[in-house]
């Protein structure tokens, strides 16, 4: 049944209008709020201590991103004029008002967590980060030793005055602002010196343990001294700039950082060659507005003035800070040599059929599809099946599409193998992988070099989707296997994030690739596919059809039941509908790792709806959408989050998981784990806020798949 005869099978009463903007939350504060969760992990006292670092610099590069996205977004909006307003009903200048304070008000408070609570836990945990002034004459030395012999050579001091314009400030960088003049008196000059990121930013400093060491800059891991002390780089620099201006009075010295609009605008319909736009693009974002200028909080006001003026910015644009600027160099301190302060490590399991190099996997996949649970469950069976099929005689080719592959990719050296081997190798790279974009073109470019089919994608759609097809010859027989996955095909964040993937020679899953692959590569009018769901093409019409199938179920006197995990919740129609399946009495729970624009528990619309947000040691990344269907239960993963533009503008996939032992799997463990989760969940009100329901220990759903990762290949 179509989403509109499903639609019209029902009375047009049973659907009221569901357009008052109170019902919606803004995306942006919502993302807001997720970063607010990332900042409470930080302040949990039952993480290690330097996981709570790690949680702090992860929000600092988040706050960076939003600016450089979200923030640089609606402050375009303005700038072109746009007056329409968003689900909430708040126009962009309305919105950006909002968004300013709450950002404000939450970077204040991390800052304050830094200085009250983390730095001290970390100093009686003898890792200190100190200040030059504390310094004894020994340890001074040593770095103005190493200032002189690593760092001078690389700084590169740029002057402001009528022969030498203002200096380009690149986006994140940290800078030190410098307010010089002749001896005695004169005019004031301004200066910058950029921090070089390309050095050490947290200079560890000797300090003296149980028995004397030479004085020497202790090495970040190793067996040092028991205890660890720092100062940051910029406080050196600052100390030397004597050295960078001789013979010249320093007035004062401050350090600022900036954050421009990273959004890359591509004109594809205009282009002849996407690589080249792409590149060009990339380099342009070094020059795009900046959004967001953040300051030492002792710099005088005419010195921050004078450096927004030049970067063209309001006041509201400006932040002062009290701490070290850019939170996100806070991750340094993860080198260090410290079990004690970290998560225990743990060894991913390898399934059974997948742990020797002798295994048979296209043998065990026949068997039965496998589904495998990441980062519990190890991502090398997916490195060695690409491996396998690059020397196996009988694979014909390979078809792949990659959109974060991060470094030193496994994936690419097992695909330019199937190359020296003679298979037919097609890869659809996707270029638009924000942030990854320079990596992309570079693999693109060592993939064409050495015979690989290349392609860039569709005009105006980004390629999201996680598929790997294999062609195999077996005997007078084409068999087609698949993976298919929720997570990049990057072994490193593979360990980091939790992700699902399933291996599959289901021969109508196998046509459906086939038939994709065709949709990217050439051309295709297809809009039809047999299991898959895909976007732009038909994933929205079937989400729509099953949530009011579950409507309908509901309304027939039975039970309908809908669990869908997602990273991000913002597709208005989607949004709609699921109101009306709560106001037909579909019990539903949606488990929205960040941004979720639905209010649940509402009264009239949302009762029958819960919110909950699961954060922890790893990201939260698989999507996984579960419905009952009257016992005859359904369930897909994939790549797709129910936003616009993962539903309008992206190539996505949604698979089916076929198998009543995964599904079972996935509804009794996967799922029930996360809904009861008492540790790293969430649960969102009505207001957009969230609130830890218990704090008690036990009840951790991803310390309870560490647990069981040693039989979860069994089932």
Same mark, same amino acid.
């Given at each position: 049944?179509?989403?509109?005869?499903?639609?019209?099978?029902?009375?047009?009463?049973?659907?009221?209008?569901?357009?008052?903007?109170?019902?919606?939350?803004?995306?942006?504060?919502?993302?807001?709020?997720?970063?607010?969760?990332? +900042?409470?992990?930080?302040?949990?006292?039952?993480?290690?201590?330097?996981?709570?670092?790690?949680?702090?610099?992860?929000?600092?590069?988040?706050?960076?991103?939003?600016?450089?996205?979200?923030?640089?977004?609606? #402050?375009?909006?303005?700038?072109?004029?746009?007056?329409?307003?968003?689900?909430?009903?708040?126009?962009?200048?309305?919105? +950006?008002?909002?968004?300013?304070? *709450?950002?404000?008000?939450?970077?204040?408070?991390?800052?304050?967590?830094?200085?009250?609570?983390?730095?001290?836990?970390?100093?009686?945990?003898?890792?200190?980060? #100190? %200040?030059?002034?504390?310094?004894?004459?020994?340890?001074?030395?040593?770095?103005?030793?190493?200032?002189?012999?690593?760092?001078?050579?690389?700084?590169?001091? +740029?002057?402001?005055?009528?022969?030498?314009?203002?200096?380009?400030?690149?986006?994140?960088?940290?800078?030190?602002?410098?307010?010089?003049?002749? $001896?005695?008196?004169?005019?004031?000059?301004?200066?910058?010196?950029?921090?070089?990121?390309?050095?050490?930013?947290?200079?560890?400093?000797?300090?003296?343990?149980?028995?004397?060491?030479?004085?020497?800059?202790?090495?970040?891991?190793?067996?040092?001294?028991?205890?660890?002390?720092?100062?940051?780089?910029?406080?050196?620099?600052?100390?030397?700039?004597?050295?960078?201006?001789?013979?010249?009075?320093?007035?004062?010295?401050?350090?600022?950082?900036?954050?421009?609009?990273?959004?890359?605008?591509?004109?594809?319909?205009?282009?002849?060659?996407?690589?080249?736009?792409?590149?060009?693009?990339?380099?342009?974002?070094?020059?795009? @507005?900046?959004?967001?200028?953040?300051?030492?909080?002792?710099?005088?006001?005419?010195?921050?003035?004078?450096?927004?003026?030049?970067?063209?910015? @309001?006041?509201?644009?400006?932040?002062?800070?009290?701490? $070290?600027?850019?939170?996100?160099?806070?991750?340094?301190?993860?080198?260090?040599?410290?079990?004690?302060?970290?998560?225990?490590?743990?060894?991913?399991?390898?399934?059974?059929?997948?742990?020797?190099?002798?295994?048979?996997?296209?043998?065990?996949?026949?068997?039965?599809?496998?589904? +495998?649970?990441?980062?519990?469950?190890?991502?090398?069976?997916?490195?060695?099946?690409?491996?396998?099929?690059?020397?196996?005689?009988?694979?014909?080719?390979?078809?792949? &599409?990659?959109?974060?592959?991060?470094?030193?990719?496994?994936?690419?050296?097992?695909?330019?193998?199937?190359?020296?081997?003679?298979?037919?190798?097609?890869?659809?790279?996707?270029?638009?992988?924000?942030? @990854?974009?320079?990596?992309?073109?570079?693999?693109?470019?060592?993939?064409?070099?050495?015979?690989?089919?290349?392609?860039?994608?569709?005009?105006?759609?980004?390629?999201?989707?996680?598929?790997?097809?294999?062609?195999?010859?077996?005997?007078?027989?084409?068999?087609?296997?698949?993976?298919?996955?929720?997570?990049?095909?990057?072994?490193?964040?593979?360990?980091?994030?939790?992700?699902?993937?399933?291996?599959?020679?289901?021969?109508?899953?196998?046509?459906?690739?086939?038939?994709?692959?065709?949709?990217?590569?050439?051309?295709?009018?297809?809009?039809?596919?047999?299991?898959?769901?895909?976007?732009?093409?038909?994933?929205?019409?079937?989400?729509?059809?099953?949530?009011?199938?579950?409507?309908?179920?509901?309304?027939?006197?039975?039970?309908?039941? #809908?669990?869908?995990?997602?990273?991000?919740?913002?597709?208005?129609?989607?949004?709609?509908?699921?109101?009306?399946?709560?106001?037909?009495?579909?019990?539903?729970?949606?488990?929205?790792?960040?941004?979720?624009?639905?209010?649940?528990? &509402?009264?009239?619309?949302?009762?029958?709806?819960?919110?909950?947000?699961?954060?922890?040691?790893?990201?939260?990344?698989?999507?996984?959408?579960?419905?009952?269907?009257?016992?005859?239960?359904?369930?897909?993963?994939?790549?797709?989050?129910?936003?616009?533009?993962?539903?309008?503008?992206?190539?996505?996939?949604?698979?089916?998981?076929?198998?009543?032992?995964?599904?079972?799997?996935?509804?009794?463990?996967?799922?029930?784990?996360?809904?009861?989760?008492?540790?790293?969940?969430?649960?969102? %009100?009505?207001?957009? *806020?969230?609130?830890?329901?218990?704090?008690?220990?036990?009840?951790?759903?991803?310390?309870?798949?560490?647990?069981?990762?040693?039989?979860?290949?069994?089932?």
């Amino acid at each position: 049944m179509c989403a509109e005869a499903a639609r019209a099978s029902l009375k047009l009463a049973d659907f009221p209008e569901l357009n008052d903007p109170s019902l919606y939350l803004n995306r942006e504060l919502s993302h807001l709020e997720f970063q607010r969760r990332v +900042l409470e992990e930080a302040r949990d006292r039952r993480n290690p201590l330097l996981e709570r670092v790690k949680f702090l610099s992860i929000f600092g590069s988040n706050i960076d991103e939003f600016f450089m996205v979200r923030v640089a977004g609606v #402050m375009q909006q303005i700038e072109n004029g746009v007056q329409e307003t968003g689900m909430d009903g708040r126009g962009p200048v309305e919105a +950006l008002d909002t968004i300013r304070a *709450s950002v404000g008000r939450l970077v204040n408070s991390a800052y304050e967590f830094l200085r009250e609570d983390l730095l001290p836990a970390l100093d009686e945990n003898r890792v200190r980060l #100190m %200040s030059l002034s504390g310094l004894s004459l020994e340890q001074r030395a040593q770095l103005d030793t190493f200032f002189a012999e690593k760092v001078f050579p690389v700084l590169t001091p +740029l002057a402001f005055d009528p022969g030498r314009p203002f200096p380009h400030i690149s986006n994140l960088s940290l800078n030190i602002a410098v307010a010089i003049r002749e $001896p005695g008196g004169g005019p004031e000059h301004f200066a910058r010196v950029k921090v070089p990121d390309s050095l050490p930013q947290l200079l560890p400093v000797a300090l003296l343990p149980i028995t004397p060491l030479p004085v020497a800059l202790v090495p970040l891991t190793g067996s040092g001294p028991r205890e660890h002390g720092f100062v940051w780089l910029e406080q050196l620099i600052i100390a030397n700039l004597h050295h960078l201006f001789p013979g010249l009075e320093i007035l004062r010295a401050h350090v600022f950082h900036l954050t421009r609009d990273a959004e890359v605008a591509i004109k594809e319909l205009e282009t002849d060659d996407l690589l080249e736009t792409i590149e060009e693009a990339v380099w342009q974002r070094r020059f795009r @507005d900046a959004v967001r200028l953040q300051v030492d909080a002792r710099m005088p006001s005419a010195m921050i003035d004078f450096i927004a003026g030049k970067l063209e910015l @309001d006041a509201a644009d400006i932040f002062r800070v009290q701490g $070290p600027l850019d939170l996100s160099r806070l991750r340094h301190l993860l080198a260090l040599d410290r079990p004690d302060l970290k998560d225990k490590p743990f060894l991913a399991h390898t399934p059974p059929g997948f742990a020797s190099k002798e295994d048979d996997v296209f043998d065990l996949i026949r068997q039965r599809d496998q589904l +495998l649970h990441h980062p519990y469950e190890s991502f090398q069976p997916v490195v060695e099946f690409l491996r396998k099929a690059a020397k196996d005689p009988d694979v014909l080719a390979i078809k792949m &599409t990659l959109y974060r592959l991060g470094r030193n990719s496994p994936i690419v050296e097992a695909l330019l193998e199937a190359v020296e081997h003679g298979k037919q190798v097609a890869v659809v790279v996707e270029l638009k992988a924000r942030f @990854d974009e320079e990596s992309n073109i570079e693999w693109a470019r060592a993939l064409e070099r050495e015979g690989v089919h290349v392609v860039y994608g569709l005009l105006g759609l980004k390629v999201h989707s996680k598929v790997i097809l294999v062609v195999r010859r077996e005997g007078d027989v084409i068999r087609r296997y698949c993976h298919l996955a929720t997570g990049n095909y990057n072994p490193a964040t593979a360990r980091l994030y939790t992700d699902l993937g399933l291996f599959t020679c289901n021969e109508e899953i196998g046509a459906d690739a086939t038939d994709l692959f065709n949709y990217l590569t050439g051309y295709s009018r297809k809009k039809t596919f047999r299991k898959l769901l895909v976007a732009p093409l038909n994933l929205r019409q079937r989400m729509e059809e099953m949530i009011l199938r579950e409507i309908e179920i509901q309304r027939r006197g039975g039970r309908g039941r #809908m669990i869908l995990k997602m990273n991000a919740l913002e597709d208005g129609p989607i949004i709609k509908l699921l109101y009306q399946a709560s106001q037909a009495g579909v019990a539903t729970d949606l488990i929205v790792r960040g941004a979720c624009c639905l209010r649940p528990q &509402t009264p009239g619309v949302s009762e029958n709806i819960h919110v909950r947000s699961v954060l922890g040691r790893f990201l939260e990344h698989s999507r996984i959408f579960y419905f009952r269907n009257n016992g005859a239960e359904e369930c897909y993963l994939g790549s797709a989050d129910l936003m616009p533009r993962n539903l309008n503008r992206r190539v996505e996939v949604l698979f089916p998981v076929n198998r009543p032992e995964s599904i079972k799997r996935i509804r009794d463990e996967i799922l029930h784990s996360y809904l009861h989760d008492e540790i790293g969940a969430r649960h969102m %009100s009505k207001d957009g *806020s969230y609130s830890a329901k218990s704090r008690r220990a036990g009840g951790d759903c991803q310390a309870w798949f560490l647990s069981q990762r040693t039989i979860a290949g069994l089932r």
